[in-house]
Structure formats: C-alpha cells, structure tokens
DNA sequence: GAGTGGTCTAGACCACCAC
DNA sequence: TGGTGGTCTAGACCACTCT
C-alpha cells in the first residue's frame, strides 16, 4: 500500500516542536514531494496513532492542522484524503462587456457552457427593501430609499460555486422584468440597457476570508477553504450607479484576472 | 463584567446539533449582537466549563471553530479576544500608473505614507536564476532562460502585510540597478522604463487560499486569516511581458478595487 | 461487522502573562 | 503566584461507509 511509504519517520517527543506539528510536517512533506498525490487517502488514525505511538487527539491535532490549511478533507467513515483542487473558473475582466452578451445569456451561462460546463441557476428571490449601508454606499442614495432586491445561487455541475444579490434602484425595476425571478434573455444588465441606462463601467470591489456557517452549507465548502467576496457597481453613461451585486464565491474554484492600465 | 452577560444560555446535549457548535452559535450570536465587542475578552475556558458543565475539550473546539472562521484570536496566557479589525488597505486598479512614479517612490511607499502610515521594506534578496514554470509561462519563455529574482517582504508600522518576488528578464535586469537590492527612484518600473521598456499594461491574477507554514511565519499570521496570491505581469508597449511579480498578502488587510470596462 | 472519523469525558503537565 | 491557553493521555460511545 501506497500508504505505508508514508510512514517512515518519526517524531521527536523532547524536541521545542509540538508532537502534533511534526507529524504534521511529515505528512505535508509526504503531500508536497509528491508522495501522496491528490485523491490518495492518507494513514487512518489507528494506524497514524500505533505507527508514532501517541494518543488519538495528538493526530487528530496534527490533521486538523492539515485541513486548515486546505491540503486535505476528511470524509466521515471512509477516511482523510490528499485535497484534489477542482477545475478553476477563470473570471476575465471584460466578462461582463457588452459584446459578451449578444448570445442573449447572462454572464454566467454563456461563460460555464463556454468552458463545457454545465451551468444551473436556484434558490432565486426576488423582492424589494432597503439597502444595507454598505450597498447604499456604493448606490450614492439613503439607507431609506427602496431597493429590488435579486437573490440566486450559482452551480457548476451540481456543486454551488457562488452565491449573489444585486440591488437595483426601485424606480429602475418596478415594473419591469428585472423584478421578475426570470428577467428574460440577457438578464439584468441587457434590461437595464433596454431602458436607456447604457452601462459605461463596473468596479469591483475584492475581499477575501473565512465563510459563515450560514456560506459554508450554501456553497458546500470544506474546511480551509476561504471565499471571495466581491462587491461590483454598475455605473451608466451618467455615471449613475444602476445596480450593485455583492458576490460570494468558493475561493477554490476561481481566478480572477484584471487588465490594469498603465498610464 | 461584561464578560458574563455572554453566559446566559445553556445547551441541549439531546439535540443533533454537537455541543461544541452550539456553544459557538452562542458566542458567534454575542458578537454579532454586539453583546461582545471587537477587542473584548472572551470568558476563560474554565468559565465556560463551568458555566455549560462541558470538559475542556468541548469548550476548546467551539473556540476552534470561532478561530478558524476569524472571528476570535487566542493569546496564550492572557485570553481569547474578539479579532479587531486591521485598518483595510485598499488596492485601486491605478496604483501602478505612470502618473503615479512621479514623485520617485514605488508604489507601496508612496501609497503607505499617503495613507500615513509607516511603510518599511525589508528581507530584500536579489540573485539570478531560471523562474518557476508559472513565471514562465506568464513571460513566453523557457524555463530553462534566465531571470533576475527579486523578493522582499513589507511591513505598515512594523507588521508584516506582504511577500513579494519579482521575476525580470536577465537580459533587461542584467548590468542595470534592477540587478541591485536597491533599484533607486520609482523602482524598477521606472528602470525599465528609462531603458526604452514603456509600460503599456498589466495583468493581475488572482486566487486566495490559506497560507502555508512559512506564509503564516513571514506575515504573522492570526488562524483564521486567508491569504491573495496575486501574479502581475507588466507588458511594454511591443507586447512583451517585462516583468512578473509574485506577491502573497495578509487577506485582512487588504481590498482590492478594480475598474471593468463595460463594452 | 469491521473500519473509519466525530464527539466527549476527566484528568495531567506545561508555557506564558499579569500582578 | 494564580489564571490563562497549549499540549497530551487514555479511555468511551456514536455515526457513517463499505462489504
């Protein structure tokens, strides 16, 4: 077994370094020499307690440690297993250009069939309230001022990757699709459009940190894996802000990719 | 104390949920209640042992779950604190434009004292040698070519933020102030610059993750705290990537903020 | 049923901090 | 010196997965 190689070294229980940390190093020495490849499952606790002579919590410790650090999951009743990294969705910075969205698809369709993925939109909600202060911020109007407010879930193959609620001004989206769960061939931004609200520029706003609980069920993440949080403005030819979309994403899934002007 | 006000609940031992995750709820509830405000003391484990009628071991793995997800920090021997908040760099998709060397300083010094902070650089190291096949990738090279590699680390009033490593073409670096620790005025863009290399774009990607040992080491990391591994390539104005420049920063102190075209 | 990880107990000794 | 969190032991029972 491919398992046993990794058991070959052992710890020093007089040394400064926590016992649980240097068992630790081993495995992630094993993981980043290529010993253990991704996928493989790593010693079972018996087996890790026997092989370094230590009680149960002094492993658990040292896999905790591991699992923090994103290198691997534990699956309940089958075993610890070496991280394999998904496909990463790369996000381009002209994704949300106008010309990207002639096919008559909201970005994030055309963008997973694009990449031969298969796309699916749930948990949708759609209805009307005020900002928080954050988005009303960016909106330039009052925390008492009404807003529509659309809220979905993004999947890439049945996995949730990322989870968003745009806020349109009211008097933007009463009345028209944009308050419907479906706003029709486009989405939002061609209806926006349509209504003369020409979108001259996004800005985007990129935080990264640790999920919720409430992120970590919606976007099913495994411990040690961050989120993106990315707050995007929509300005018109007016410079007037339209819609702002605040985005949560599983960090492990995606790159985001910026064109930076140099003058 | 305020302290105690927090120990008003009691858990169900019958209930599916595990024991140490409802004592999280209920501390994770205080702080976002503001019950518990940022830098306030969380009562001793042997308080909450005593309070819950729990072992140690539990109260020590709602604490776990508290720290991964970045809401609290322990400090041996004193307590564990409610995480304030570092002051939020705030990256803007400009801050490498011409306009802004001007005043001959590189940007993460010009941008800090703007801030009024203290900016510090330090850990500078400078050798040539054949880049990480990602590097060369980004450059349209072999990796077998040769580059000059500049790492160094940053500091705001003496804490660590970043860690960067710059990668340039040796025949650009080679004999020219970029080969040196120090490169002078603006940096090394202005260098290559002065040398006929206009900058015309760059490109950033970017992914978080959590950091590794060493990256926790380097940037003082608190559990719980992600990292950006942000990869940017400067282009001249002949299309040719001049440099690429690797840099890992501390999540919690940073924003970043891009601009998007629209069309 | 056998093996896995998840939760929990009830102790112990240690290192660090403030008084 | 007393209180804090950090490490570690040696058990127990449970829930889940696979065969």
Redesign the pocket.
Known sequence: MAVDDVLTSS?D?GSD???????ADHLRTAIARGRLHEGD?????????NH?????????????LL?DEGLVT???????YVRSRPPVRRLASDRFAQRHRKEGKAAFISEAEHAGATPRVDMIEVSESRPPGEIADRMGINDDASVVVRSRRYLLDGKPVEIAVSYVPADLARGTPISDPNPGPGGIYARLEEQGHTLERFTEDVIARMPTPQETRLLNLSPGVPVFRLIRTASDTENRPVEVCDTVMAADVYQLSYELPAR
Not at 17 to 23: A, D, L, M, S
Not at 41 to 49: G, H, I, V, W, Y
Not at 52 to 64: D, E
């Open positions: 710890v229980p370094r926590p016992v649980y940390k240097q068992i499952q790593l010693p079972s606790e018996a087996r890790l307690m370094y002579s230590v009680a149960r919590m002094t492993i658990r410790n040292a896999m905790r699992q534990a699956e309940h009743g089958k075993g610890v």
